[in-house]
């Protein structure tokens, strides 16, 4: 096995809210935790502790259950990490839980692995949501090749060791590189719908040279009939500006639905003043619920809108550079060199389309940087809009 002397850097885990970086001399650490679940965590936490005070005010033992039911989970949502460590200087991996510090660990044998894998896999039985395991492939052993297929395929998955599961399908292919090319191993990626393999020299093998391999198009592409996608030519560079989303019936429903939470939540807290005869702390309780159940519909109503009135404006410049613009509020812009673009395609949403919408969008992604765009777009424009690129990009180096 080809193993770097020492750890690749790895900043983009620095900006992954999911994960916090130890580095050593001939470690690597990924240690999960914090952020959005601690901040739930502490919510619940804070609940529990709330109705505790209450119960010992009131004198109400009955209080006491939703303590218990808030607050220890609360407590393990606030403290628990999940760390994965490869260390090169023992050639090993060791996965770990605690809280806060390891307290139950497993370790194996890097030998043992024989490429760094990414895939896609439904996260409940309705496949409405997604989650991306970035893991590593152990190798097959005599017993499992003696077995008939039908059992190898069951057993499958038991051959992957994850190191992280993530909701986000870019800091999972960035993670996947990255250890990959720490490792010297293969990174396969499934998590488009088609096998992605990238031997570690491959790693920085740019767009444009794939497609010169392939052969350079004989003509820009035509635009597809009733394209919502307005084009703009000036000159030698190409801008696309995709109309504004909007609001779509899933944000109206999923609002009504938070507005439904608050209503339990405050209904509920008038129900316990009520029954359990509590005076001085009545309007601590019905306070309390109240704005723990309006959270949601906050959190909802404020995605929603971001989702609704962000424009995207994507350009082409004559050197191929691909340059996208979001707009809301502010403007913000993000520019990948063509010398630089390694992956383009059209990804598959995070979830199932929603009442028509369609929410897969175009993937273009070099070492520096990451653009995704297009969401809303038929898949006729999706595939337009990505001929176009490679045209352009091919075509001007």
Do not use: C
Request: charged share 20%; proline share 5%; net charge neutral.
């Amino acid at each position: 096995m080809n193993m770097a002397a020492t750890p690749v850097a790895l900043s983009f885990w620095e900006e992954s809210p999911l994960a916090k970086i130890k580095r050593e001399a001939n470690s690597l650490e990924a240690i999960r935790g914090g952020g959005f679940v601690a901040l739930m965590g502490m919510i619940s936490f804070v609940a529990g502790i709330v109705m505790l005070v209450i119960a010992f005010r009131e004198k109400k033992p009955v209080l006491f259950i939703p303590t218990i039911l808030f607050g220890i989970p609360g407590l393990f949502l606030l403290l628990g990490r999940i760390g994965t460590k490869i260390d090169l200087q023992h050639q090993q991996v060791i996965r770990w839980h605690g809280l806060l510090i390891p307290m139950f660990r497993r370790t194996y044998s890097l030998d043992d692995f024989e490429y760094v894998g990414v895939t896609r896999a439904s996260s409940d039985e309705n496949n409405s949501s997604f989650v991306y395991p970035v893991f590593l492939r152990r190798k097959e052993t005599v017993e499992e090749k003696a077995r008939n297929e039908k059992l190898a395929s069951a057993l499958l998955h038991l051959r992957n060791l994850n190191f992280q599961i993530d909701r986000d399908y870019l800091s999972a292919r960035r993670m996947a590189e990255s250890i990959a090319r720490m490792l010297g191993m293969e990174l396969h990626d499934d998590s488009s719908g088609a096998m992605i393999i990238r031997s570690p020299g491959e790693f920085d093998e740019t767009l444009r040279d794939r497609l010169k391999k392939r052969g350079v198009p004989e003509g820009l592409p035509q635009a597809p009939e009733k394209a919502r996608v307005r084009v703009l030519t000036d000159g030698t560079s190409m801008t696309f500006e995709f109309p504004e989303p909007g609001f779509q019936a899933v944000h109206f429903l999923i609002m009504v639905m938070s507005l439904g939470f608050w209503v339990t939540a405050v209904g509920m807290a008038f129900f316990m003043k009520s029954s359990l005869t509590i005076s001085g702390s009545g309007g601590i309780l019905i306070g309390f619920f109240s704005l723990f159940g309006l959270l949601p519909f906050i959190f909802t109503f404020l995605v929603s809108r971001k989702f609704a009135r962000t424009q995207e404006i994507l350009t082409l410049t004559g050197d191929g550079d691909v340059i996208l613009e979001r707009r809301y509020m502010s403007s913000k812009s993000t520019t990948i060199p063509a010398n630089e673009l390694e992956e383009l395609f059209t990804r598959p949403p995070d979830h199932q389309p929603v009442l028509g919408m369609n929410l897969s969008k175009i993937h273009a992604r070099s070492d520096q940087a990451t653009l995704e765009f297009g969401i809303g777009s038929s898949a006729e424009e999706l595939d337009w809009l990505i001929a176009v690129i490679e045209y352009r990009v091919v075509t001007t180096g």
